[in-house]
């Protein structure tokens, strides 16, 4: 298996003089300035295979590229010319043993094992756009994400295998099933063996930076999933000098980056941030989230920055019951909700150390946000990215003075920067709505103050934030109305003290469900909506009404529900 033999950690302590003095902002900063839009961009190529061959003239330190450990004590260092060759096998296999050619969909569902990133990184190689999916999807998400984009193969693992089996003969498309596993299965070929015995010989293509890359699966408010698509310069962007300057990364740091592999801060943090510098990414594996073994991992591991969701952090807090002294941690960023100045202040003054705040979405990757060194406006998440021109403006795309509440727009003409999304796929009529004048729309309210300092307010529309996670209502709404005892229901955001924001499910219930015992009902509910779509997404409250407030056209006004919720606080 590719976790290899199972080393102890035995200590690992990059040689500090040397790496120290690398601290030059990695490849990019020598290569492309921030508005340079090359004609051709590959990561892999580019970027990967520059450190691989740093570390064949003895230019790059001993510290790995990867570095994966998991509950069982088993660990995993690739460096970068490990990863090369492994990535290049990777991309053989998927090109000559499945026959996927450049341009063709490969959808990715994988835990946080190594054969993600060697997928990613072979799809790169190979042209292949790849569609990475949380494990936590269940078999409706995966067939409509296989359907909407006619996926020619799959990857993931035997939990969901009899999933795609029991909705491949819906997928005319679906080719190739592969398998990451420690047993075999009908109908799937084994990825592990398949890349061991694959050469190691591959010519990387020659990717124009605006050929489509990777597809991301975002929710809306209405309808299903929208295909949000980046291409090859999405992963430039991490290469730039303004975007070095956000995590400030040294090719001696190690970074952890917590993201569940589906989504778009994985392919930020987990690959292009720490790479684009020849720094060490570090993994751990948790299958389930537990602050404990994050405790502990800060503790026995040399990590010196970390990424995560604030909830993460908070987490740490509400385990920890004394103060936190991670010996070698120095830069905690965090982004995917608003940071509360509270949990700010608390984490300062456990653990020494500010929390850092980037922004972004699906649609953009990071942002803007506050790099290490500039000075932290508590409840501001820090100032837009060049090449990322972000200004506040009305509903008409026209810019809005400092202090006004807009909505937080992406400049994107006359040129349409580098990372910002390509559009939706096949959906011309959503792509055009986000466009608004001269800027995308990204569908967040806030202010700007006069140092450009941006101030989040909220969404725009019905989707919930809740523990990064972006979650439309119509998807929870839809799953709800799949059970007997529901005859309607709405569902909308409501505060909660540890995670802010939660799902809430306000149900009218079907005449044979009334006498029913409510708790019990509740639980029930909970667990149909986890099975039948990602379980992040359930009702983790749930009220029993007799009819949701609703418009003269018989529309449910969530906006009413909404302030109920929040005006209980
Ligand atoms: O609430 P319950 O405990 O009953 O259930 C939880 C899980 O136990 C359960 N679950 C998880 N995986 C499952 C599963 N059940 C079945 N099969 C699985 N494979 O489902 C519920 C999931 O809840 P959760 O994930 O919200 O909560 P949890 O487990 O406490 O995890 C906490 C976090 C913080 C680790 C998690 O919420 C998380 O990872 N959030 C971050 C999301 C994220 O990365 N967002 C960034 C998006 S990208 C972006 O914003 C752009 C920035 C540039």
Known sequence: VLWGIRKPYRGFHPAPG????????????????????PEEFNFASDVLDYWTQMEKEGKRGPNPALWLVNNQGDELKWSFGELTDLSRRAANVL?????????????LILPRVPEW??????????????????????????????QASKAKGIVTTDTLAPEVDSLASECPTLKTKLLVSDHSHQGWLDLRSLIKSASPDHTCIKSK??????????????????????????????SLPSCRKMLQLKTSDILWCFSDTGWILALCGCIMEPWAVGATLFIHHLPQFDPKVIEQMLLKYPITHSLAVPLVYRMILRHASTSLRFPTLEHCITGGEALLPEDQEEWRRRTGLLLYEIYGQTETGISCGTPQGMKIKPGSMGKSIPPFDIQIIDDQGNTLPF????????????????????GYEDNPVKTAEVECGDFYNCGDRATMDEEGYIW??????????????????????????????????????????????????FIVLTPEFLSHDRDQLTKELQQHVKSLTAPYKHPRKVEFVS?????????IKRSDLWKKEFSQM
């Not at 934030?465 to 439309?472: D, E, P, V």
């Not at 505060?495 to 809430?504: G, L």
Request: aromatic share 8%; glycine share 10%.
């Open 18 to 37: 040397y790496l120290r003095c690398q601290s030059l902002s990695g490849v990019g900063a020598l290569r492309w300035n921030d508005y340079d839009v």
């Open 95 to 107: 090109t000559q043993t499945c026959g996927l050619q450049q341009g063709d969909r490969l959808a």
């Open 117 to 146: 990133w060697l997928v990613v990184i072979g799809c790169i190689r190979a042209g292949i756009i790849f569609m990475p999916g949380t494990i936590q999807l269940k078999a409706k998400d995966i067939l409509y994400r296989l």
């Open 209 to 238: 930076t605006v050929d489509p890359m990777a597809i991301f699966f975002t929710s809306g408010t209405t309808g299903f999933p929208k295909m949000v698509k980046h291409c090859h310069g999405f992963a430039l962007r991490s």
């Open 403 to 422: 202090n006004t509440e807009g909505n937080i727009g992406i400049r994107m003409k006359p040129t349409r920067p580098i990372g910002l999304f390509m």
């Open 456 to 505: 989040f307010l909220g969404r725009k529309d019905d989707i919930i934030t809740a523990s990064g996670y972006r979650i439309g209502p119509a998807e929870v709404e839809n799953a709800l109305a799949e059970h007997p005892a529901v005859a309607e229901s709405a569902v909308v955001s409501s505060p909660d003290p540890i995670r802010r924001e939660v799902v809430k499910a």
């Open 547 to 555: 009819e949701p407030p609703k418009t003269i056209t018989g529309k």
